[in-house]
């Protein structure tokens, strides 16, 4: 069997919802130990989006694929000792929260190295350590808000917040990338170190380049919904049964989409010269695109597109996403059993895979507290003890 690329590798989870789970995810797709370390009683974000007789939802069973479950109160005497311990084995810790909550429960780094002088922190919070929003608490809509993303999205007057959680899992795949290196580098140096990742910073580096243009052009764009700002004809349009989204984006694909609309005599338009000038004007491109799509079923029209190598794709609800062809074919989400869910849960691991050691689905999310026992033998307690554990509400 392929080793795993980080067999060997404890990491705790003490994250929240969505980005410091999904860091540890990562990790733990690539064959890291990862230990879920859960509030006694279920923290929130287990049950977000139920699924399951029991409640859980489904943003935890993505989030914590691959992971052992351990409930723990870490304010208690007992959960503190638990905590102690489990730092001596662990080669990561992972938690999205203000630094003064990571004091609070004993997992800033002085405290961790204190266990294990070698060990990593990953700490994901909304604004970082410094400047005066340091210490706020904030949500992935927040980040997508103060990026200027939501500003940018929707209609003028009418701000339009993603429905995907992008700044999470930015700021996620951004602090487990961090969280390698800091193991490459300790394993050259023998020193471990903080990892530090933010929703801010992670919003601002997906809207980066937006920013860079206001900055040296002024140039305060609007949004324009649906229609691209880079080219066009870009946008969403309405088939017969549907909707697809077109994106001609540079000139070969301008001729393509002229000669397929026979709009010919538009490539020597002065209003489409460029691609800043097919933006500008795209509101004309777009009513022609929409005015051919209305002649055709979603099929033909992505078909006679896809012959023109035109980029194009249907606009899915999440069932057609389920039932789409391509994502059956493919087998890009793995099905597997949750006790009490009615059916598999598809489940998808990272996007990016490792051909020579790739990253495996081998264990389902933990049932709250399932592996209490597992763990906590294996740091030498007894039967009695964590019967003694339980009965003070430490795990």
Same mark, same amino acid.
């Given at each position: 069997?392929?080793?795993?690329?980080?067999? @060997?590798? /404890?990491?705790?989870?003490? @994250?929240?919802?969505?980005?410091?789970?999904?860091?540890?995810?990562?990790?733990?797709?690539?064959?890291?130990?990862?230990? /879920?370390?859960?509030?006694?009683?279920?923290?929130?974000?287990?049950?977000?989006?139920?699924?399951?007789?029991?409640?859980?939802?489904?943003?935890?069973?993505?989030?914590?694929?691959?992971?052992?479950?351990?409930?723990?109160?870490?304010?208690?005497?007992?959960?503190?000792?638990?905590?102690?311990?489990?730092?001596?084995?662990?080669?990561?810790? =992972?938690?999205? *929260? $203000?630094?003064?909550?990571?004091?609070?429960?004993?997992?800033?780094? $002085?405290?961790?190295?204190?266990?294990?002088?070698?060990?990593?922190?990953?700490?994901?919070?909304?604004?970082?350590?410094?400047?005066?929003?340091?210490?706020?608490?904030?949500?992935?809509?927040?980040?997508?808000?103060?990026?200027?993303?939501?500003?940018?999205?929707?209609?003028?007057?009418?701000?339009?917040?993603?429905?995907?959680?992008?700044?999470?899992?930015?700021?996620?795949?951004?602090?487990?990338?961090?969280?390698?290196?800091?193991?490459?580098?300790?394993?050259?140096? @023998?020193?471990?170190?903080?990892?530090?990742?933010?929703?801010?910073?992670?919003?601002?580096?997906?809207?980066?380049?937006?920013? =860079?243009?206001?900055?040296?052009?002024?140039?305060?764009?609007?949004?324009?919904?649906?229609?691209?700002?880079?080219?066009?004809?870009?946008?969403?349009?309405?088939?017969?049964?549907?909707?697809?989204?077109?994106?001609?984006?540079?000139?070969?694909?301008?001729?393509?989409?002229?000669?397929?609309?026979?709009?010919?005599?538009?490539?020597?338009?002065?209003?489409?010269?460029?691609?800043?000038?097919?933006?500008?004007?795209?509101?004309?491109?777009?009513?022609?695109?929409?005015?051919?799509?209305?002649?055709?079923?979603?099929?033909?029209?992505?078909?006679?597109?896809?012959?023109?190598?035109?980029?194009?794709? $249907?606009?899915?609800?999440?069932?057609?996403?389920?039932?789409?062809?391509?994502?059956?074919?493919? @087998? =890009?989400?793995?099905? *597997?059993?949750?006790?009490?869910?009615?059916?598999?849960?598809?489940?998808?691991?990272?996007?990016?895979?490792?051909?020579?050691?790739?990253?495996?689905?081998?264990?389902?999310?933990?049932?709250?507290?399932?592996?209490?026992?597992?763990?906590?033998?294996?740091?030498?307690?007894?039967?009695?003890?964590?019967?003694?554990?339980?009965?003070?509400?430490? =795990?």
């Amino acid at each position: 069997m392929t080793r795993a690329v980080l067999e @060997g590798i /404890r990491v705790l989870d003490f @994250g929240r919802y969505i980005s410091g789970p999904f860091c540890a995810a990562l990790l733990a797709d690539l064959g890291a130990d990862v230990i /879920r370390v859960e509030r006694v009683g279920g923290g929130e974000d287990r049950f977000v989006y139920p699924v399951t007789d029991a409640g859980d939802g489904s943003l935890f069973l993505q989030m914590n694929r691959n992971k052992r479950g351990l409930t723990l109160d870490v304010k208690t005497p007992g959960g503190a000792e638990v905590l102690r311990r489990l730092a001596g084995t662990a080669d990561v810790v =992972i938690a999205n *929260m $203000p630094d003064e909550a990571l004091r609070d429960m004993g997992l800033d780094y $002085p405290s961790l190295t204190a266990s294990r002088p070698d060990i990593i922190l990953t700490a994901i919070s909304a604004f970082g350590s410094e400047g005066p929003y340091a210490g706020r608490v904030g949500f992935d809509g927040i980040g997508q808000a103060m990026s200027g993303a939501v500003w940018m999205s929707g209609l003028p007057g009418a701000p339009m917040k993603s429905f995907a959680s992008w700044v999470d899992f930015t700021s996620a795949m951004l602090a487990s990338h961090a969280t390698l290196a800091a193991l490459f580098e300790r394993s050259r140096s @023998g020193e471990g170190q903080e990892v530090r990742s933010n929703l801010m910073a992670a919003s601002l580096t997906v809207t980066n380049f937006p920013l =860079i243009e206001q900055a040296l052009t002024g140039v305060n764009r609007q949004p324009t919904g649906n229609r691209a700002q880079s080219g066009g004809p870009a946008d969403a349009v309405r088939t017969k049964d549907g909707w697809i989204m077109v994106q001609v984006i540079g000139a070969p694909l301008f001729r393509r989409w002229a000669r397929l609309m026979g709009e010919t005599h538009w490539l020597e338009d002065p209003r489409f010269a460029s691609d800043a000038l097919r933006s500008d004007n795209g509101a004309v491109l777009s009513e022609r695109t929409q005015a051919w799509a209305a002649g055709f079923t979603t099929a033909e029209a992505l078909e006679t597109l896809a012959a023109n190598r035109i980029p194009a794709g $249907p606009i899915l609800s999440p069932q057609q996403v389920l039932d789409d062809p391509h994502v059956q074919a493919t @087998g =890009i989400f793995t099905p *597997m059993d949750y006790p009490g869910a009615p059916k598999p849960v598809p489940l998808m691991m990272a996007a990016a895979r490792l051909e020579a050691t790739p990253q495996t689905l081998h264990r389902r999310a933990p049932l709250l507290g399932e592996h209490n026992e597992e763990v906590l033998g294996s740091l030498g307690y007894s039967a009695a003890e964590i019967d003694d554990l339980r009965a003070q509400a430490s =795990i």
